[in-house]
T-cell receptor, first 111, second 111 residues
Framework: NAGVTQTPKFRILKIGQSMTLQCTQD?????MYWYRQDPGMGLKLIYY???????DKGEVPNGYNVSRSTTEDFPLRLELAAPSQTSVYFC??????????FGPGTRLTVL | RKEVEQDPGPFNVPEGATVAFNCTYS??????FFWYRQDCRKEPKLLMS???SGNEDGRFTAQLNRASQYISLLIRDSKLSDSATYLC????????????FGRGTQLTVWP
């Protein structure tokens, strides 16, 4: 099992550009999450999903969109990149027993 | 009031030392707790789950005090490899797996 995979590992965007961060899990977990972590800070929840076709906002959803068409995939879309979105983005998944498994992260810089 | 509060440290201890971190949480409805460790520039990984009064796993012991709403993590015989940031994470079943991460406590173990 690969667990939770994320692509790309690193990306530099210009202000106003768009991109999609990919997240895939092969553990058949229903719950999936997107977090961002700024330097020296804790993780902030952006969006989450409790199953295919169901998504909801977390603490900091502005500037992002998600979709969940399959159990395995949970992509995060940035439409108009801003410097404030420079961060490390982690995707996580969870079965029903509460341990969240994290992907290795995507380091995004917006210049 | 923040969902969870931890002393950010840093804690700097020599190899072999015993070190303890405390974490306070604000919501008395929190049912279970997790300690995650996060290495520099890496994803968080689950260290220990706490569902009742405490848990022990080798050199690591977690103790929960529901009356005072705090949980502690004790590390005995510290190793260099224990250097990381430790995240205390309370969980409520009503939140659909949403976890609230604080900034964590940074530990450095020196030889």
């Amino acid at each position: 099992n690969a667990g939770v995979t994320q692509t790309p590992k690193f990306r530099i965007l210009k202000i106003g550009q768009s991109m999609t961060l990919q997240c895939t899990q092969d553990m058949n977990h229903n719950y999936m999450y997107w977090y961002r972590q700024d330097p020296g800070m804790g993780l902030k929840l952006i969006y989450y999903s409790v199953g295919a076709g169901i998504t909801d906002k977390g603490e900091v959803p502005n500037g992002y969109n998600v979709s969940r068409s399959t159990t395995e995939d949970f992509p995060l879309r940035l439409e108009l990149a801003a410097p404030s979105q420079t961060s490390v983005y982690f995707c996580a998944s969870m079965a029903s027993y509460n341990e969240q498994f994290f992907g290795p992260g995507t380091r995004l810089t917006v210049l | 009031r923040k969902e969870v509060e931890q002393d950010p440290g840093p804690f700097n201890v020599p190899e072999g030392a015993t070190v303890a971190f405390n974490c306070t949480y604000s919501n008395s409805a929190s049912q279970s707790f997790f300690w995650y460790r996060q290495d520099c520039r890496k994803e968080p990984k689950l260290l220990m789950s706490v569902y009742s009064s405490g848990n022990e796993d080798g050199r690591f012991t977690a103790q929960l005090n529901r009356a005072s709403q705090y949980i502690s993590l004790l590390i005995r015989d510290s190793k260099l490899s224990d250097s990381a940031t430790y995240l205390c994470v309370p969980y409520r079943g009503s939140t659909l797996g949403r976890l609230y991460f604080g900034r964590g406590t940074q530990l450095t173990v020196w030889p």
